[in-house]
């Protein structure tokens, strides 16, 4: 006898009399039964399993008759099986019995190592996610985390040869499964994490919607996937209306046939406003309930939370979610949605028609005013004095001819046109400098202005020192290292006092 036993119980509509008899079919499914052996295979073998059990039926109660039928897939060979009496195997059929008169929990046990290529699709996790709209939707969203549960591929994988050779070099993989969704499904979308998946197939009808979805990737034993699967339903082909109450009517499982669900979670997403809800499901399953926000909701929206283990398709079953809602709670979203755009488009209104602007008789506003003012007069008196060191330049070229040509009287025009130059421009320096005595706000680049005028006159005293000196030299020919020698303390000083006029340029630009 196996070390554990799960009992159940029947109850009978009457009690069964004396010699009376009755039929009774009991149905039963298990799942991760088979195991592989060996546990690891190449691309190119088939995949084998032991499948464990007794021949005998587990019974509380002693047996007149029983026999055992093991159908094994089809075309596949049988490896090894326990032989028994009355053992016969036809094909892919493999018989025990008839056993008779076998006494109370009867165990002998029997193992069948056979060959099973098909899919061992098992989801890990399950989550769906039924989203109620009572404008006309029933959004059902399916995350799957899936993965192969038969023997673990070994080697390197062949895409060639596969692509060559499927059925050899790929046997135990699957490409493809089935999703059998509601006759008028719609807005199906099949995706992953890098996005959508084109290698999908839809077949639909009034009476039925298939969609053949395949992975990026054929699955071999041990390779994983996940992805979503999404649609859309009409909302009067699940939505009722019993006693006052709505209720969501609406299958429990899995739509992939082949897929055994390790742990599923059902979502039920209802409206917000959702009030006095409950739930019925055909058979145990683990429930609570939590807050949902999506757009333009206040209080979040109530969701029903369902959680089973060992989900196979016979699951799929339909439960009714059953809760209160009152009309009213529709135009929420659309009265929100109003009233925001007419605020928005208000305060559009308010705003165009609204001076910002500072007051002209405020302090702050006087201040920036002559700031600017200061700035104006501070940035004329920088282009006079640039255009005066241009005129510098012009006599130092003018001295560079001179050295070049011997042409005194040139070099003398030169001097007496930039001396009319710069007396004119040194002649507006001082209203300029008065009309910045007069701002307080000036006072702290007052003093830096001022030396840079009294530099700039001095540098072109030197200058025309320095001028006269070279053509009175070259009047009375004299000779070159004379004219060095005499002008050479006057181009010390010129040369610093141009570095003290660009300094003091430089630090004025930065205030």
Same mark, same amino acid.
Request: aromatic share 10%; glycine share 4%.
């Given at each position: 006898?196996? +070390?554990?036993?799960?009992?159940?119980?029947?109850?009978?509509?009457?009690?069964?009399?004396?010699?009376?008899? &009755?039929?009774?079919?009991?149905?039963?499914?298990?799942?991760?039964?088979?195991?592989?052996?060996?546990?690891?295979?190449?691309?190119?073998?088939?995949?084998?399993? @032991?499948?464990?059990?007794?021949?005998?039926?587990?019974?509380?109660?002693?047996?007149?008759?029983?026999?055992?039928?093991?159908?094994? +897939?089809?075309?596949?060979?049988?490896?090894? $099986?326990?032989?028994?009496? !009355?053992? =016969?195997?036809?094909?892919?059929?493999?018989?025990?019995?008839?056993?008779?008169?076998?006494?109370?929990?009867?165990? *002998?046990?029997?193992?069948?190592? &056979?060959?099973?290529?098909?899919?061992?699709?098992?989801?890990?996790?399950?989550?769906?996610?039924?989203?109620?709209?009572?404008?006309?939707?029933?959004?059902?969203?399916?995350? $799957? !985390?899936?993965?192969?549960?038969?023997?673990?591929?070994?080697?390197?994988?062949?895409?060639? %040869?596969?692509?060559?050779?499927?059925?050899?070099?790929?046997?135990?993989?699957?490409?493809?499964? @089935?999703? =059998?969704?509601?006759?008028?499904?719609?807005?199906?979308?099949?995706?992953?994490?890098?996005?959508?998946?084109?290698? *999908?197939? /839809?077949?639909?009808?009034?009476?039925?919607?298939?969609?053949?979805?395949?992975?990026? $990737?054929?699955?071999?034993?041990?390779?994983?996937?996940?992805?979503?699967?999404?649609?859309?339903?009409?909302?009067?082909?699940?939505?009722?209306?019993?006693?006052?109450?709505?209720? /969501?009517?609406?299958?429990?499982?899995?739509?992939?046939?082949?897929?055994?669900?390790?742990?599923?979670?059902?979502?039920? @997403?209802?409206?917000?406003?959702?009030? !006095?809800?409950?739930?019925?499901?055909?058979? +145990?399953?683990?429930?609570?309930?939590?807050?949902?926000?999506?757009?333009?909701?206040?209080?979040?929206?109530?969701?029903?939370?369902?959680?089973?283990?060992?989900?196979?398709?016979?699951? !799929?079953?339909?439960?009714?979610?059953?809760?209160?809602?009152?009309?009213?709670?529709?135009?929420?979203?659309?009265?929100?949605?109003? *009233?925001?755009?007419? &605020?928005?488009?208000?305060?559009?209104?308010?705003?165009?028609?609204?001076?910002?602007?500072?007051?002209?008789?405020?302090?702050?506003? #006087?201040?920036?005013?002559?700031?600017?003012?200061?700035?104006?007069?501070?940035?004329?008196?920088?282009?006079?004095? =640039?255009?005066?060191?241009?005129?510098? %330049?012009?006599?130092?070229?003018?001295?560079?001819?001179?050295?070049?040509?011997?042409? @005194?009287?040139?070099?003398?025009?030169?001097?007496?046109?930039? %001396?009319?130059? #710069?007396?004119?421009?040194?002649?507006?320096?001082?209203?300029?400098?008065?009309?910045?005595?007069?701002? +307080?706000?000036?006072?702290?680049?007052?003093?830096?202005?001022?030396?840079?005028?009294?530099?700039?006159?001095?540098?072109?005293?030197?200058?025309?020192?320095?001028?006269?000196?070279?053509? %009175?030299?070259?009047?009375?020919?004299?000779?070159?290292?004379?004219?060095?020698?005499?002008?050479?303390?006057?181009?010390? =000083?010129?040369?610093?006092?141009?570095?003290?006029?660009?300094?003091?340029?430089?630090?004025?630009?930065?205030?």
């Amino acid at each position: 006898m196996p +070390p554990a036993l799960t009992f159940y119980s029947v109850s009978l509509l009457k009690p069964l009399g004396k010699g009376e008899s &009755f039929t009774m079919d009991v149905s039963a499914a298990f799942t991760h039964m088979l195991r592989p052996f060996p546990e690891k295979i190449t691309q190119a073998d088939n995949q084998l399993v @032991v499948f464990q059990d007794s021949a005998y039926n587990l019974s509380p109660y002693a047996v007149r008759v029983q026999s055992l039928s093991v159908k094994l +897939p089809p075309g596949g060979r049988v490896e090894s $099986y326990t032989r028994l009496d !009355n053992t =016969k195997i036809l094909d892919s059929e493999i018989k025990y019995g008839p056993y008779n008169n076998l006494p109370a929990f009867s165990y *002998s046990p029997i193992v069948i190592h &056979f060959e099973n290529n098909q899919p061992f699709a098992v989801a890990q996790e399950l989550v769906r996610e039924i989203e109620i709209s009572h404008w006309g939707n029933v959004q059902v969203t399916e995350h $799957y !985390n899936l993965f192969h549960g038969g023997a673990q591929s070994k080697g390197e994988f062949s895409r060639l %040869d596969y692509q060559a050779r499927p059925h050899i070099r790929g046997a135990s993989a699957f490409r493809h499964l @089935v999703a =059998k969704l509601p006759p008028r499904a719609h807005s199906i979308y099949y995706r992953d994490e890098i996005g959508n998946i084109s290698t *999908s197939h /839809l077949f639909g009808d009034s009476r039925k919607t298939e969609l053949e979805i395949e992975p990026r $990737y054929p699955m071999f034993g041990g390779w994983r996937t996940s992805f979503t699967l999404g649609y859309g339903l009409p909302l009067q082909d699940f939505l009722f209306q019993s006693e006052g109450k709505r209720f /969501l009517n609406i299958s429990f499982g899995c739509p992939i046939a082949e897929v055994v669900i390790d742990k599923l979670i059902v979502k039920v @997403v209802l409206p917000e406003g959702s009030r !006095n809800i409950s739930v019925s499901v055909p058979f +145990p399953v683990k429930q609570w309930q939590e807050l949902k926000f999506s757009h333009l909701d206040i209080s979040g929206r109530p969701v029903v939370a369902l959680e089973k283990t060992n989900v196979i398709y016979e699951h !799929n079953q339909h439960f009714q979610v059953y809760y209160e809602f009152n009309n009213l709670s529709l135009l929420r979203e659309p009265l929100m949605l109003i *009233s925001g755009l007419f &605020f928005l488009f208000l305060a559009c209104m308010l705003y165009t028609h609204t001076d910002m602007t500072i007051s002209k008789s405020s302090s702050s506003y #006087l201040a920036k005013l002559q700031w600017d003012e200061v700035q104006a007069l501070v940035q004329q008196i920088q282009n006079i004095v =640039k255009q005066c060191l241009m005129i510098h %330049d012009k006599l130092e070229a003018s001295l560079r001819d001179l050295s070049r040509t011997g042409d @005194v009287q040139a070099c003398k025009a030169a001097r007496k046109m930039a %001396d009319g130059s #710069l007396k004119e421009l040194m002649k507006e320096f001082k209203p300029l400098l008065s009309f910045l005595q007069s701002y +307080p706000a000036a006072a702290h680049i007052l003093a830096k202005v001022e030396e840079l005028v009294a530099k700039e006159r001095e540098l072109q005293e030197r200058l025309m020192v320095k001028h006269s000196t070279v053509v %009175d030299c070259y009047e009375k020919k004299a000779g070159g290292r004379e004219v060095e020698n005499r002008v050479a303390m006057h181009q010390q =000083k010129i040369t610093t006092l141009r570095q003290e006029v660009d300094d003091l340029l430089d630090v004025i630009e930065e205030i």
